[in-house]
């Protein structure tokens, strides 16, 4: 390749760089829709803002993993039993959780 073909392909990449960055940069005109979290059987009763619930969470059976690494592929297992979250809680805040 030229010299000359070279210069214009790194210009056009250039170019395209500075597009993409000033679409990337445009201003967010975007709104949350009005949410709220429900506690209970469906249709279920609205919690009121700031309102902590206590959770308790754990896996019926074993949670399993399974994937290659490396190439040659190397298989790689990873199994989990007796997963539980003791004394994990959900905060409402805004139409937010924080966990």
Do not use: D, H, Q
């Amino acid at each position: 390749m030229s010299l000359k073909k070279l210069g214009m392909v790194l210009l056009a990449v250039f170019a395209l760089g500075a597009i993409t960055a000033s679409s990337a940069l445009a201003e967010n005109n975007w709104e949350e829709s009005p949410s709220a979290w429900y506690t209970g059987a469906s249709p279920g009763t609205k919690l009121a803002e700031g309102v902590e619930l206590g959770l308790k969470a754990s896996a019926p059976s074993a949670l399993l993993l399974e994937s290659t690494i490396g190439s040659p592929a190397v298989p790689f297992k990873l199994e989990a039993t007796g997963l539980e979250c003791v004394g994990c809680k959900s905060k409402t805040s805004s139409a937010r959780t924080r966990w």
